[in-house]
Nanobody
Framework: EVQLVESGGGLVQPGGSLILSCAVSGFTHDDYAIGWFRQAPEREREGVSCISGGSVYYGNSVKGRFTTSSDSASKTVYLQMSDLKPEDTAVYYC?????????????????????WGQGTQVTVSS
């Protein structure tokens, strides 16, 4: 069974930084991609980033501020967020798409991702 567990959310001031982690388990092959998504109240779920193999893709609203990386040894994917703004406030989810992770990853389409973590709240406020 595939499991994804997020951690690292919290309250941060505008301009601050935060790192989210996503621990991935249950895959018996490498044909998957891990994406980060977020959802604010009364807004649609938005694609933040996705990593597949050595490639990373970002949503336009976070380019230049957020960085996604992975540690294959610990099977953890990270979302490093900097220069945070109040509009970044949302519940952040990591999700996996498999098979064809390399194909769907660039789309950042949450409808294609089939395994989800429980989410972690990020609040940017002074």
């Amino acid at each position: 069974e595939v499991q994804l567990v997020e951690s690292g959310g919290g309250l941060v001031q505008p301009g601050g930084s935060l790192i989210l982690s996503c621990a991935v388990s249950g895959f018996t092959h490498d044909d998957y991609a891990i994406g980060w998504f977020r959802q604010a109240p009364e807004r649609e779920r938005e694609g933040v980033s996705c990593i597949s193999g050595g490639s990373v893709y970002y949503g336009n609203s976070v380019k230049g501020r957020f960085t996604t990386s992975s540690d294959s040894a610990s099977k953890t994917v990270y979302l490093q967020m900097s220069d945070l703004k109040p509009e970044d406030t949302a519940v952040y989810y990591c999700a996996a798409v498999s098979p064809l992770g390399y194909y769907y990853c660039p789309t950042l389409n949450h409808l294609r991702f089939n395994s989800w973590g429980q989410g972690t709240q990020v609040t940017v406020s002074s």
